[in-house]
């Protein structure tokens, strides 16, 4: 490959990470219409990366292609999101250095929330989250690692991610961390399902306060009925 080839490659990885993330912040709105020329002007950047950064996020489901090089950013909708928590109830298989790994992130999320710098808080949250389900292997890890941050866009956009709701959220990760510490593996189940249960329910109560979660509940009921006083 030759200099001018990996730069080019460089710049749509820079381009594809860029408009990645201002999706899941928020800062491109969920269902906002546009062109492939708005979107570069607005974020500054080649038209030619920027095509390609947007096939790859078409393939993340994060876009949707619209004819005449239009886009359209993903919708959010109540029935998505518990989607989205439906499929991310698992359990994980820890090693002690695992554990080490676990505690270190909950400090960066400490230390992070103490200095208010909750927008930071994503990149220890994201790794915590990825070490519990490490032992999983590869594929599995690729489409949760995927499905986190789909879910990302709920947490900013409703809410769930908001420094008020710190302390829960901490507490729910002490709680995941200290069963999987004892191998306590009933107690780990619950520990996971309260925390996605709580998480979806602030989601949905943002989007849909009607809105009843029944696969949730149902996949809750199957994998940890001990943590169905999370829906109350």
Known sequence: MTDGATRSGDIVVQVHEQLREAILSGDVR?????????????????RTPL??????????????AEPNRRVEIAKLSVEDAEELYVMRITLPS????????????????????????????????????????SGAGPRPLRVMSELFDHAERYRRIYGAAAPDH????????????DAAARADA??????????????????????????QLERLRTTVAAVAPGALYAFD
Do not use: C, N, W
């Not at 906002?32 to 080649?46: C, F, I, M, W, Y």
């Not at 329910?201 to 306060?209: E, F, K, M, N, R």
């Open 51 to 64: 095509r390609e950064a947007v096939r790859m996020l078409q393939s993340e489901g994060l876009i949707l």
């Open 186 to 211: 009933d107690a780990l189940a619950q520990a996971v399902a309260v925390h996605y249960v709580r998480t979806a329910l602030l989601v949905s109560q943002a989007l849909d306060p009607d809105h």
């Open 166 to 177: 710190f302390g829960r959220r901490e507490a729910e990760h002490r709680a995941m961390l």
């Open 30 to 46: 969920p269902g906002e219409k546009t062109s492939q020329a708005e979107l570069a002007r607005d974020l500054a950047v080649g």
């Open 94 to 133: 820890l090693t002690p250095g695992d554990l080490a790994e676990l505690e270190g992130y909950m400090a960066q999320m400490a230390s992070l929330a103490a200095a208010d710098s909750f927008f930071l808080i994503r990149a220890p949250h994201r790794a915590f989250h990825e070490r519990f389900i």
